[in-house]
């Protein structure tokens, strides 16, 4: 099992930042791969940004690519999500997941383990 608590969600302008975290706990990120997806009102879940089986590889949705970035302290076993220049439609809740290593990073149906999501609010 692992369970997985976001927090650093909150209103900002468009323009801002914000850096979300997923602390984790349980079985240790050396069992699970990482990632970030996020649901606005009325919209299906979507992938956001993943790290690969081995981690030493980074994903993310081109809305996202060159704005956000995933990272992560093993130490702490807490993953990061780093979101500079934010825009309206980043409004979301955000959420972090944990997948099995031999699945695949973008599809949500491949993610057994998930937090309980963090409310993003970009205003214009």
């Known amino acids: 099992q692992v369970q997985l608590v976001e927090s650093g969600g909150g209103l900002v302008q468009a323009g801002g930042s914000l850096r979300l975290s997923c602390a984790a706990s349980?079985?240790?990120?050396?069992?699970?791969?990482m990632g970030w997806f996020r649901q606005a009102p009325g919209k299906e879940r979507e992938f956001v940004a993943a790290f690969s089986w081995s981690g030493g590889s980074t994903y993310y949705a081109d809305s996202v690519k060159g704005r956000f970035t995933i990272s992560r302290d093993n130490a702490k076993n807490t993953v990061y999500l780093q979101m500079n220049s934010l825009k309206s439609e980043d409004t979301a809740v955000y959420y972090c997941a944990a997948r099995p290593r031999y699945r695949n990073y973008g599809d949500h149906h491949d993610y057994d383990y998930w937090g309980q999501g963090t409310q993003v609010t970009v205003s214009s």
């Open positions: 349980g079985r240790t990120f050396s069992n699970f791969a």
